[in-house]
């Protein structure tokens, strides 16, 4: 069944983007009034949600490998939804280069301290920061660079040869079972090459800005967080699509696996969230509890308020099975830990590069509500690009016929 974009859709996504807009324009002319931190806010507020919802494409592509490389059968009913969001992945790298682009341009602009040359190699400037010097040899812009495009290219160059191969598999069933085994060698590489790039990527474009913190679970954090992120998406599309008609052979007990995803994500985001507090409350070392102490000072509300939105919420709802399978409540419980993870990233990128000094106000609401209108506009246009059930997909059979 082909999908088509409602003009009511055309018209909420361009709402949405023209709001943002509007707001996004009073926090910038307030922040102008404010002085001295235009752009550092304006610049912090893009990499909060351009790495946002660059995090979930690529981890709805990890997840599309995972399949593919488990020889999941249930899947491939839902495999077109996966690929959409997936599918969002150049356009996110597309704004993720723009503002990686423009603070490199200056020098960190107080978001990236270490891409500031006075900070790490002029040690007669008052700037000079001996301890982000000595991560020179892996901070610095060169390397920061190749690793940045490194990432990109790899990344879409899998998105790209998984969505050929299945728009091949529609067209060519004489070759599906072909291409179906080229799928499964293909993903098991990409997750290779996800275990060591999801890490390193998260240290260089999230944990690089509190430079002089680190911890050996972070990779792990916001992997965790953007695959919950990204599960929460797929199953607000399927039931969007399911809503309106499309997706008839979609039944409850895929909607069921996908909300046990869900439940099982938040699960492991919590577990890493309380793994990483835990052990350096414990061990209460002063360069690792600084990045803490700041965010509780500054943010208490917030950040243990993300927790209990992201774990508590979660845990007490979709704990039943009849829950996973209500399309209210997966709604209702899958919006708010959206806005729990969106506030997770906003309190790590604010919190290292505005510190005490970072509110939530209409540039906050305004670049939050564009980037949603954008990011949810290129999902629905990515769904018109093939059929909404996959043709010849050797599992597609076991998929129709899905029951647990």
């Not at 909060?48 to 690529?58: L, Q, T």
């Not at 593919?68 to 491939?76: D, K, L, P, S």
């Not at 985001?269 to 052990?279: A, E, I, N, P, T």
Request: proline share 2%; charged share 15%; hydrophobic share 55%.
């Amino acid at each position: 069944m082909e999908f088509q974009v409602s003009n009511k859709a055309k018209l909420v996504t361009t709402v949405l983007m023209l709001v943002g807009v509007l707001f996004a324009g009073i926090g910038v002319v307030l922040a102008m009034g404010e002085g001295g931190h235009l752009g550092q806010k304006f610049w912090a507020n893009f990499l909060v949600n351009s790495f946002f919802y660059f995090a979930i494409g690529i981890s709805a592509l990890f997840f599309l490998a995972l399949q593919y490389a488990t020889e999941a059968g249930w899947f491939v009913a839902v495999k077109r939804v996966i690929e959409a969001i997936a599918g969002s992945l150049p356009h996110m790298m597309g704004l993720m280069l723009i503002v990686l682009l423009t603070l490199s341009f200056m020098s960190g602009g107080h978001v990236y301290m270490w891409m500031d040359s006075d900070v790490m190699l002029n040690k007669d400037s008052h700037h000079y920061d001996e301890l982000a010097a000595g991560k020179y040899a892996y901070l610095n812009l060169t390397f920061f660079w190749i690793r940045t495009i490194v990432y990109f290219v790899v990344y879409y160059l899998f998105l790209k040869g998984f969505q050929k191969r299945s728009l091949e598999q529609d067209n060519n069933p004489s070759e599906a079972v072909n291409i179906h085994f080229l799928n499964y060698r293909r993903g098991a590489l990409f997750l290779v090459f996800f275990a060591v790039f999801s890490s390193t990527s998260a240290w260089d474009w999230i944990m690089s800005i509190d430079v002089h913190w680190f911890s050996t679970l972070f990779g792990w954090y916001i992997f965790a967080g953007a695959w919950c992120s990204a599960m929460v998406v797929m199953v607000l599309m399927t039931l969007y699509l399911k809503k309106l008609g499309y997706l008839p052979k979609v039944n409850d007990s895929h909607i069921h696996d996908l909300g046990k995803w869900t439940f099982a994500t938040s699960f492991l985001w919590s577990y890493m969230w309380f793994s990483q507090y835990m052990l350096i409350w414990y061990a209460n070392i002063p360069e690792e509890t600084t990045y803490y102490i700041m965010r509780i000072e500054n943010y208490k509300l917030v950040y243990f308020g993300m927790f209990f939105i992201n774990f508590v919420f979660p845990m007490l709802i979709l704990m039943s099975r009849d829950a996973k399978r209500n399309a209210g409540i997966l709604t209702v419980v899958g919006l708010i830990i959206l806005v729990g993870h969106w506030l997770d990233v906003w309190v790590m990128v604010m919190g290292g590069s505005m510190g005490p000094t970072a509110s939530f106000g209409p540039m906050e609401l305004g670049l939050g509500l564009l980037f949603l209108g954008f990011f949810t506009r290129v999902i629905l246009v990515n769904l018109t690009k093939a059929s909404l059930t996959p043709k010849h997909d050797p599992f597609l059979e076991e998929s129709l016929h899905h029951e647990i």
